[in-house]
């Protein structure tokens, strides 16, 4: 059993940064992919941006350009930098890790609110 636990949230302006962790209780370098999704009361999950075992990412349209995920295989750690955060960026940010036998694991979520 893969365990993911995230952190970083918390409360910040609109048009600043914050960054996001995801650290695992295993090794992320065999992970097929690792991804950040979020939601937002009233709405559905949905992904924000994902990077897979040989590097490649992925992103929503509305986080590209503001956000950047990258990982640390040696602390086993996934990152969402986000910057020029808006409020319709407030969400629950979870963590997922696909593994190399197409397994999901989730997070808990770390809460995420743009607001002055």
């Known amino acids: 059993q893969v365990q993911l636990v995230e952190s970083g949230g918390g409360l910040v302006q609109p048009g600043g940064s914050l960054r996001v962790s995801c650290t695992t209780s295993t090794s992320i370098a065999s992970m097929y992919s690792m991804d950040w999704y979020r939601q937002a009361p009233g709405n559905q999950r949905e992904l924000v941006a994902a990077i897979a075992r040989g590097g490649r990412t992925n992103y929503a349209d509305s986080v590209k350009g503001r956000f950047t995920i990258s990982r640390d295989n040696a602390k086993n750690t996934v990152y969402l930098q986000m910057n020029s955060l808006k409020p319709e960026d407030t969400a629950v940010y979870y963590c997922?890790?696909?593994?190399?036998?197409?397994?999901?694991?989730w997070g808990q979520g770390t809460q995420v609110t743009v607001s002055s």
């Open positions: 997922k890790a696909i593994s190399a036998d197409l397994d999901d694991y």
